[in-house]
């Protein structure tokens, strides 16, 4: 092999990457990891992880291995997307702290030590945010922005860049592990136990090869999910509408009775039926909230099994078990 081991029990830094058909980036991508992180002086390992790849990736990966005992490979028995994807394989990190990297390279490694030392400086979560980003406007940009905002509504956070590269201490990642989560969002699991983190600028460059798996219509899904799953209370919006309406309405009501009371019986009878809309809809949104939070809380007491979905695990401090 001609990469050394590092040299600690626990390396200083983990990279995870995962690969979903990425044959073409993959060599590039370790090169730049391994080139940067030995500049550094800190110790490390390159945890990969094959999603399902059909592309000739999982055979480049084990090629990789087997010339680098600081790689390992995890491979998974299918597609499971990359959230869920780089969730099983963080058993198989052991650095102090844990990187989530793309293996297109859009970031660029010059930002992989300076995370590294934000996290051993103490924080929990340290993330990248995209100086001059080279992503699509419509395609990517705006849906991000309002993603964005979305989701420091319902984390009730204050981040610049939630699609950023990521940094963990190994506690917070420990903690993660043993959360019950049905739907895996990392970033979204890490803000929801944890408020100690810091966002640095990041070089943001042009995708070098592959294409991005994401669209407008799957970030809004995340969104969504972020919204339902891991906001303290998703439908509190709904209720507080629903209350309100039928406030209004009652209010509303007696004022008519007062009216045609003290005043006269003769107004019109849109009035009327404003003010039995105005319930009616108040009743509904009452409803659906309750609704919407019971189905919410039978869901959060689901759980995502990692070892149900790894077939094997090959190079690093996992020789193959496949």
């Known amino acids: 092999m001609t990469g050394e081991a590092s040299e600690s029990a626990t390396p200083d830094v983990s990279v995870l990457v995962p690969v979903f058909n990425e044959v073409e980036g993959i060599e590039r991508c370790h090169r730049e990891i391994v080139s940067e992180l030995a500049r550094s002086g800190y110790s490390f390992e390159i945890v990969f992880v094959d999603d399902g790849s059909n592309d000739g990736s ?39 702290a844990i990187i989530t990297f793309d293996s297109d ?20 979560i340290a993330g990248g945010i995209r100086v001059n980003r080279r ?39 420990k903690t993660l592990l043993g959360m019950h989560a049905p739907l895996i969002i990392i970033p979204a699991m890490a803000y929801s136990i944890s408020r100690k983190a810091i966002e640095i600028p ?18 809004m899904e995340l969104y969504l999910d972020i919204d339902t799953l891991y906001a303290r209370r998703p439908f509190a919006w709904m209720l507080t509408s629903g209350v309100g309406l039928i406030g209004t309405s009652i209010f509303l009501g007696l004022c008519i009775v007062a009216y045609r009371l003290l005043v006269s019986e003769h107004f019109s009878g849109l009035i009327i039926f404003f003010d039995v809309f105005l319930l009616a809809t108040g009743i509904f949104l009452f ?19 990692p070892s149900q979905v790894v077939e094997s695990v090959t190079g690093g401090r996992n020789p193959g078990s496949g």
């Open 105 to 124: 390279l859009q970031f660029h490694v010059e930002c992989l030590p300076r995370l590294a030392a934000k996290i051993l400086e103490g924080y929990d």
């Open 202 to 219: 990041v070089r943001h460059e042009e995708r070098q090869t592959g294409y991005s798996k994401w669209s407008i219509l799957s970030r």
């Open 135 to 173: 992503d699509p406007l419509l395609a990517n940009r705006l849906p991000s922005w309002v993603g964005r905002k979305l989701i420091n509504v319902a984390l009730r956070i204050e981040q610049v860049d939630f699609g950023g590269v990521k940094a963990y201490s190994a506690r917070l990642i």
């Open 58 to 96: 999982y055979e480049r990966l084990l090629a990789l291995a087997g010339s680098d005992n600081r790689v390992t490979v995890v491979k998974l028995l299918y597609n499971i997307g990359q959230q869920r994807a780089m969730y099983t394989t963080l058993g198989y990190c052991h650095g102090k």
């Open 287 to 305: 409803s659906q909230s309750l609704i919407g939070e019971f189905v919410v809380r039978n869901l959060r007491g689901g759980r995502f099994d």
